[in-house]
Nanobody, 124 residues
Framework: QVQLVESGGGLVEAGGSLRLSCTASEGTINRHGMGWFRQAPGKEREFVATITISGGSQYYAPSVKGRFTISRDTIKNIVYLQMNSLTPEDTAIYYC?????????????????WGQGTRVTVSS
């Protein structure tokens, strides 16, 4: 069973940047489409971005398109989420997830494995 681990969260001022990473503590993510989701306090988990196994296709939530970039390094077995121009509305716990079906999906139900999350706080 693949175990996902996120890192890179923290506190940043509005307008700043962070890069989140997701890797597997056991197994490989290279056979999964990968996605990022987030959950803000008092809100439901929402889709952020996803990337196919090959890395050739990505899909973003409208709220982050143009500011966030998802990428993957198959040699290092890591998926990244580069977040620029952060706003307080981006404050949330960010989760990476793996999708064996490689659906490029925004639906959390299509994802089979999940990490524990990393907290991102954006101050105004």
């Amino acid at each position: 069973q693949v175990q996902l681990v996120e890192s890179g969260g923290g506190l940043v001022e509005a307008g700043g940047s962070l890069r989140l990473s997701c890797t597997a503590s056991e197994g490989t993510i290279n056979r999964h489409g990968m996605g990022w989701f987030r959950q803000a306090p008092g809100k439901e988990r929402e889709f952020v971005a996803t990337i196919t196994i090959s890395g050739g296709s990505q899909y973003y939530a409208p709220s982050v398109k143009g500011r966030f970039t998802i990428s993957r390094d198959t040699i290092k077995n890591i998926v990244y989420l580069q977040m620029n121009s952060l706003t307080p509305e981006d404050t949330a716990i960010y989760y990476c997830a793996g999708d064996k079906g490689n659906w490029l999906s925004s639906n959390s139900n299509d994802y089979d494995i999940w990490g524990q999350g990393t907290r991102v706080t954006v101050s105004s």
